[in-house]
């Protein structure tokens, strides 16, 4: 009977290894956003897009989802000179279905405009720019209290690391 409770409590300490690694590294891995231009407002003109864009980063296997009226706007991929000078490009076909979703499947620039007569010279015109979505964020700053800044990827690290030593610690008793 002792033998079966042994392994009734190690069995238990194995799946609550399991269960806290997962709490502790689940926030850290990469899923893909999906970002709605202009959020509520939308693909729409007289919006600042510069300013919406702020304080967001956009990585590959991201997605823009560009929400207006069908037949009122419609959307170009351009380049930086069509994008500062409002100009269609001499190919390629606008999306038009008013709710366009683009991936973003490589890292760089991206400039996007409204190709109806005079809507992208009254702001409706996008710039961002797409980073690779392996790469590691920045460092966080270093807490001269505690040698680690909260939510560091080092403190997660040390704390999953200290869970799964702790775990097999227990396992062998």
């Known amino acids: 009977m002792v033998f079966f409770a042994s392994r009734n409590k190690k069995m238990v300490v194995s799946m609550f290894a399991v269960v806290a690694a997962l709490a502790v590294f689940a926030p850290m891995m990469a899923s893909a ?4 231009v202009g959020d509520e407002t939308g693909w729409t003109k007289d919006f600042d897009y510069t300013t919406w864009t702020a304080g967001k980063q956009f990585f590959v296997g991201d997605s823009l989802v560009f929400n207006y009226p069908a037949g ?3 959307v170009f991929k351009v380049n930086g000179t069509d994008f500062q000078q409002c100009s269609k490009p001499l190919v390629g076909a606008p999306l038009t279905t008013g709710s366009d979703e683009i991936e973003l499947k490589t890292t760089g620039r991206k400039w996007y405009i409204c190709g109806v007569s005079g809507h992208c010279a009254t702001g409706q015109k996008l710039v961002i720019t797409v980073s690779d979505g392996s790469a590691a964020p920045a460092p966080t700053p270093v807490s001269p209290s ?3 800044a909260p939510g560091s990827i080092v403190s997660a690290g040390f704390a999953a690391v200290t869970v799964v030593v702790g775990v ?3 396992s062998m008793f």
């Open 72 to 74: 009122k706007h419609n």
């Open 146 to 148: 505690t040698g680690a």
């Open 168 to 170: 097999v610690g227990m």
């Open 33 to 36: 956003t999906q970002y709605v």
